[in-house]
């Protein structure tokens, strides 16, 4: 059964992730026994996964805002050029600094 799970588990996460899984599983199989402490512990990692996956997404679209902020205020500081304001004005609306924009 541990054999099914591992290679299922390799599929989905890769060797090395899969393989901390099992030695948890194993580990509380010997502990608590039985097939019960199996789909417990399946369960316990399962939901660990799913949170970390959410962890993850939440993190990536956090970075994605910040990068689209900075990119917008970019475009913001080069059209103020182009309307010839003073570099040290563009750099205090925008908070950048001049080597970002120029």
């Known amino acids: ?21 099992i030695k948890i599983l194993k580990s509380k199989i010997k502990e608590e026994g039985g097939i019960c402490a199996m789909v417990e512990t399946m369960r316990a990692l399962r939901e660990d996964r799913r949170r970390t996956i959410m962890e993850a997404n939440f993190e990536g ?22 309307k010839n304001m003073d570099i040290s004005l563009i750099e205090e609306i925008t908070g950048l600094k001049r080597e970002q924009f120029m």
């Open 1 to 21: 059964m541990i054999r099914m799970i591992k290679y299922i588990l390799v599929k989905d996460l890769g060797k090395s992730i899969a393989n901390k899984y």
């Open 61 to 82: 679209k956090k970075a994605g805002i910040l990068e689209g902020e900075k990119s917008g205020k970019i475009q913001d500081a080069k059209n103020m050029l182009k």
